[in-house]
T-cell receptor, first 118, second 115 residues
Framework: AQKITQTQPGMFVQEKEAVTLDCTYDTSDQSYGLFWYKQPSSGEMIFLIYQGSYDEQNATEGRYSLNFQKARKSANLVISASQLGDSAMYFCAMREAYSGGGADGLTFGKGTHLIIQP | ETGVTQTPRHLVMGMTNKKSLKCEQHLGHNAMYWYKQSAKKPLELMFVYNFKEQTENNSVPSRFSPECPNSSHLFLHLHTLQPEDSALYLC??????????????FGPGTRLTVL
């Protein structure tokens, strides 16, 4: 079973509109972290935002916010006032309970290809 | 150089060749990672190194051999690869953390094609 599910393979959005990218996750751990990364066509993964499972407030970073609904196991990324430069692949990822040593790999979803249209 | 660098950026090799991918991080981190990104598949974690010690091998075939001589450098030695190994190989680094916050900084990747 997939641990991270992103149900939107692709999205077209008009410039300056807000966009929501969906992410649901599956874990039995109580302690976990959720991440969103952006991957432009150049290939590099760029960290956008983080939400911890015990964080009571939804995370925000500039134009990015995370709509965290713990009971539904949902961590949607919201981009306000989209720009042409936002066109890229977006990946949701999860780090499950700290396994010791402090270095744990992330589990990624398949991603959403977002295209911003002028 | 800043951040995480990877060389080469592109590599084409035959199935009988031996080649190596190099990753270097300039962030003072102590953990490094190799990920594989194949077309239409999620990123797959391959290896994790923490303070030069391998802490995770995600059932990777032995034709991929990692090496971490120090916390700043990570190599992936390749030999006898198959065409299905063609992918983007991404290196990442992070500062070890006892909590769940583990922001990983990625390099630009090596686009590998196996003929």
């Amino acid at each position: 079973a997939q641990k991270i599910t992103q149900t939107q393979p692709g999205m077209f959005v008009q410039e300056k509109e807000a966009v929501t990218l969906d992410c649901t996750y599956d874990t039995s751990d109580q302690s976990y972290g959720l991440f969103w990364y952006k991957q432009p066509s150049s290939g590099e993964m760029i960290f956008l935002i983080y939400q911890g499972s015990y964080d009571e407030q939804n995370a925000t970073e500039g134009r990015y916010s995370l709509n965290f609904q713990k009971a539904r196991k949902s961590a949607n990324l919201v981009i306000s006032a989209s720009q042409l430069g936002d066109s890229a692949m977006y990946f949701c990822a999860m780090r499950e309970a700290y396994s010791g040593g402090g270095a744990d790999g992330l589990t990624f979803g398949k991603g959403t290809h977002l295209i911003i249209q002028p | 150089e800043t951040g995480v660098t990877q060389t080469p950026r592109h590599l084409v090799m035959g199935m009988t060749n031996k080649k190596s991918l190099k990753c270097e991080q300039h962030l003072g981190h102590n953990a490094m990672y190799w990920y594989k990104q194949s077309a239409k598949k999620p990123l797959e974690l391959m290896f994790v190194y923490n303070f030069k010690e391998q802490t995770e091998n995600n059932s990777v075939p032995s034709r991929f051999s990692p090496e971490c001589p120090n916390s700043s450098h990570l190599f992936l030695h390749l030999h006898t690869l198959q065409p299905e190994d063609s992918a983007l190989y991404l290196c990442a680094s992070s500062q070890t953390s006892s909590g769940n916050y583990n922001e990983q900084f990625f390099g630009p990747g090596t686009r590998l094609t196996v003929l």
